[in-house]
Structures are given as C-alpha cells and as structure tokens.
C-alpha cells in the first residue's frame, strides 16, 4: 500500500512530532495492519527522556498496547489474511539464542521491544511478523483489544504462580493499570479480591471492576484489615502491581503461612529492608514476573468467554489525530485522575 499516514514520531531526546510520513513497505514475510487502538504506557516517556531497559536509538514511533485490522500481507505469509482483527507482542527474542530454546524469549540478550526499538503503534499503520499476532474474535471491542499487552501482564504474574479460584483471597498492592488488569483477572478467576491503592479515584474503579475490598493504606492499616477478613491468616496470592517500596515491603506481611506472593510491579536500582527469612520461615513461595511470553492466546480466549468488562481502566480517550494532545495530558496521571490514557483510530 502507497501513500501517507500520520504518526507520532520520538525524533531525538525530548522531543516528539506528530506528522506525515511515508506508509511503511512490507516484504513478503509482513503483515501491514491499520491500527485502531494504542493505549499510552508510562514507559513510552521512559523512551522520550533517553532511558529504557535496552539500548535504542531514534527516530522511534512508540505504543506497544495496541489492535488493528490486516490490510495486506506479504506473498508468503499463509497464518493471516487481510480483514483479521489482531493485536501484538511487543517483546520479540531472536528465537535461536539458548535463552530462547529453553522458551524464555522475553529475557532474550538481543531481543527487540515494539515501540521502542521497532516502530510502534502510534500512527495510523504499523508492520509486523506474523510470528508476533494474535487473532482475536469479534465480542472483544478495539479498545479492549488494546489492553490485552498489559493484561497479559498480570494474568502471567497471576497464572505463572497457580493461578486462584473461588476458595481463595487474592491482595493486589496497587491500582495502576497492570494492578487493576491483576484485580479483575482474580476477581474472573472467582477469588475474592481485596486492593490496596492510595488514590481514591483508583479505588472507585477497582470496585467498578467488582473487586471485593478497597483498602486506603494512608487510612488503614492494611494488615489488619486483611487478617481479620481472613480469620487472622491472610491473603492466600498477594500480587504485588505498584512497584512501590511501601508495597513491596508490606507484600510478606499480608500473605498467610505457605502462601504465594507474585511480583509484577518493577523496582530496579532501590534497595528495600525486608526480612527475606519470612519466606523460609513461613513457607512462602515468591516469584518475579516480566511480560507475558506463551500466555497471548490464553488471554484472548479468557476475554473472550470471559467477557470482563475492562473499560473503566482506559477512563480517557483521544483521536489518534490529538496524539500530541494525549501525550501531554497522560503525563500528569494523579492531577488529571487518569489510569489508561488510548488513543482511538477507528
């Protein structure tokens, strides 16, 4: 396909332009889709600011939480046609290195990350691999869609530790996006749910989500408040979601003995006191997650016959057009009582 389209292109350090450029060219092993929903992540400003996790360098298109619809495809390319409604990794291993033949791609020495060292979502088309789409049926809607990345985060940090059912009293430690995606996963699962968040409006979505226990630990003490609703145990899986010093230390103190903590919420560079021999004296099994590697099409068919209504986390949305706008605005999330910030191109 010839032509132009609009993008928002990170051209050098702090500094962002929304234009016109040329609509990319596929080979015949890519797919060409029209993107139709980008969910702003605090990551893309990491990106803007010079840092990331990986080296990269600009001109870079970000948005790496998105969906769309194929356009076209290349010759060889037999999995998809034009017409799917898709979505997209974002972390893409070189698929040959050992990391990558043990199945751990995401931690892959020379992987590549969508939207920030590839081109990215945040312009009306985007190319990608067959090998990085999922397809997706026609009951979960574009935005949705596009909340499957952060989604498949916590259903990863989630299912990778055991899962939960109804027998079970899931803390989630934060109202972010990744925390409240973790609540509403729990709470599908049929586990009672109890979030710790200090902000009120994250509060009152978290209970738009049905979760069973809001908790304001500037207010409460969260511990308490928690062993009573358990009979003085604690939470059978504490997900912890903030990425905060507060909560990780407080993660040890809220699960009951021999249960499970799952850490989705990064903290790199800060050294936080805990009692690290709570783990082995109670019998706790903590584990770390990143990203979702195998889980996509899980997540797909869990919010499909699901059905869970994840709309109240994505509480602004902009024309992909305002992009500029958007940006601006998603930057100060507390004063504009924001959690997802998505961009819609439909």
């Given at each position: 396909?010839?032509?132009?389209?609009?993008?928002?292109?990170?051209?050098?350090?702090?500094?962002?332009?929304?234009?016109?450029?040329?609509?990319?060219?596929?080979?015949?092993?890519?797919?060409?889709?029209?993107?139709?929903?980008?969910?702003?992540?605090?990551?893309?400003?990491?990106?803007?600011?010079?840092?990331?996790?990986?080296?990269?360098?600009?001109?870079?298109?970000?948005?790496?939480?998105?969906?769309?619809?194929?356009?076209?495809?290349?010759?060889?390319?037999?999995?998809?046609?034009?017409?799917?409604?898709?979505?997209g990794e974002c972390v893409i291993g070189c698929g040959v290195c050992k990391v990558c033949q043990e199945g751990n791609f995401t931690?892959?020495?020379?992987?590549?990350?969508?939207?920030?060292?590839?081109?990215?979502?945040?312009?009306?088309?985007?190319?990608?691999?067959?090998?990085?789409?999922?397809?997706?049926?026609?009951?979960v809607d574009w935005k949705t869609a596009s909340m499957i990345e952060p989604f498949s985060v916590a259903y990863n940090g989630i299912?990778?530790?055991?899962?939960?059912?109804?027998?079970?009293?899931?803390?989630?430690?934060?109202?972010?996006?990744?925390?409240?995606?973790?609540?509403?996963?729990?709470?599908?699962?049929?586990?009672?749910v109890i979030t710790i968040e200090p902000h009120a409006y994250r509060r009152d979505i978290a209970k738009k989500l049905n979760v069973?226990?809001?908790?304001?630990?500037?207010?409460?003490?969260?511990?308490?408040?928690?062993?009573?609703?358990?009979?003085?145990?604690?939470?059978?899986?504490?997900?912890?979601?903030?990425?905060?010093?507060?909560?990780?230390?407080?993660?040890?103190?809220?699960?009951?003995?021999?249960?499970?903590?799952?850490?989705?919420?990064?903290?790199?560079?800060?050294?936080?006191?805990?009692?690290?021999?709570?783990?082995?004296?109670?019998?706790?099994?903590?584990?770390?997650?990143?990203?979702?590697?195998?889980?996509?099409?899980?997540?797909?068919?869990?919010?499909?016959?699901?059905?869970?209504?994840?709309?109240?986390?994505?509480?602004?949305?902009?024309?992909?057009?305002?992009?500029?706008?958007?940006?601006?605005?998603?930057?100060?999330?507390?004063?504009?009582?924001?959690?997802?910030?998505?961009?819609?191109?439909?």
């Amino acid at each position: 396909m010839k032509g132009k389209m609009k993008a928002y292109v990170f051209e050098e350090k702090d500094k962002a332009v929304f234009k016109e450029i040329d609509i990319p060219a596929i080979s015949d092993q890519e797919i060409l889709v029209k993107v139709k929903a980008n969910g702003i992540c605090h990551s893309d400003y990491e990106l803007l600011e010079g840092r990331y996790i990986i080296p990269f360098s600009y001109p870079i298109i970000p948005g790496h939480e998105w969906s769309g619809e194929i356009v076209e495809t290349g010759k060889d390319v037999s999995t998809f046609k034009k017409g799917d409604r898709v979505v997209g990794e974002c972390v893409i291993g070189c698929g040959v290195c050992k990391v990558c033949q043990e199945g751990n791609f995401t931690y892959c020495p020379t992987s590549d990350h969508f939207g920030f060292t590839i081109d990215g979502a945040v312009a009306e088309y985007l190319v990608a691999k067959p090998e990085w789409l999922h397809k997706f049926p026609d009951n979960v809607d574009w935005k949705t869609a596009s909340m499957i990345e952060p989604f498949s985060v916590a259903y990863n940090g989630i299912n990778g530790i055991g899962g939960c059912d109804a027998s079970e009293t899931v803390v989630v430690i934060g109202g972010g996006t990744i925390g409240l995606c973790a609540a509403a996963c729990a709470k599908a699962m049929g586990a009672r749910v109890i979030t710790i968040e200090p902000h009120a409006y994250r509060r009152d979505i978290a209970k738009k989500l049905n979760v069973d226990y809001v908790i304001d630990p500037m207010k409460e003490d969260a511990e308490a408040v928690i062993k009573k609703l358990t009979g003085g145990f604690g939470a059978d899986l504490v997900v912890e979601a903030s990425g905060s010093s507060p909560g990780l230390k407080s993660s040890l103190d809220l699960v009951k003995n021999g249960g499970r903590v799952s850490y989705i919420g990064i903290n790199i560079g800060n050294e936080i006191p805990v009692e690290l021999g709570k783990i082995q004296i109670r019998g706790i099994t903590a584990k770390g997650f990143i990203g979702s590697p195998y889980v996509w099409d899980k997540v797909v068919a869990f919010l499909s016959q699901s059905q869970l209504d994840l709309s109240p986390i994505s509480t602004h949305q902009f024309p992909l057009m305002e992009a500029e706008k958007a940006y601006n605005f998603a930057r100060d999330i507390i004063t504009n009582e924001l959690v997802k910030v998505t961009l819609m191109n439909e």
